[in-house]
């Protein structure tokens, strides 16, 4: 349970939007990641807030291929 929560103080960002993508996300997708999509996800988490942004808006490309499947869940939301 640390690990989820940690990660949701890590949703906490500095814009409104991806605030609520995060939470979304934490809300409906976390509990569920394996190993690996959990990596990728503290990977995007790592990114700053723009770069995150324009990756789940689809206005940007991930440079990392392996961040897809988190990322793709991400622009569900």
């Not at 995150?52 to 499947?69: F, G, N």
Request: aromatic share 8%.
């Amino acid at each position: 349970m640390k690990e989820q929560e940690r990660a949701r103080w890590r949703c906490r960002r500095g814009l409104l939007e991806l605030d609520i993508v995060l939470q979304h996300f934490m809300d409906e997708y976390y509990a569920r990641l394996d190993e690996t999509e959990l990596r990728q996800f503290e990977t995007l988490l790592d990114l700053p807030d723009n770069d995150l942004w324009e990756m789940i808006a689809l206005r940007k490309e991930a440079e990392d291929r392996s961040l897809q499947p988190v990322l793709r869940l991400l622009q569900t939301i």
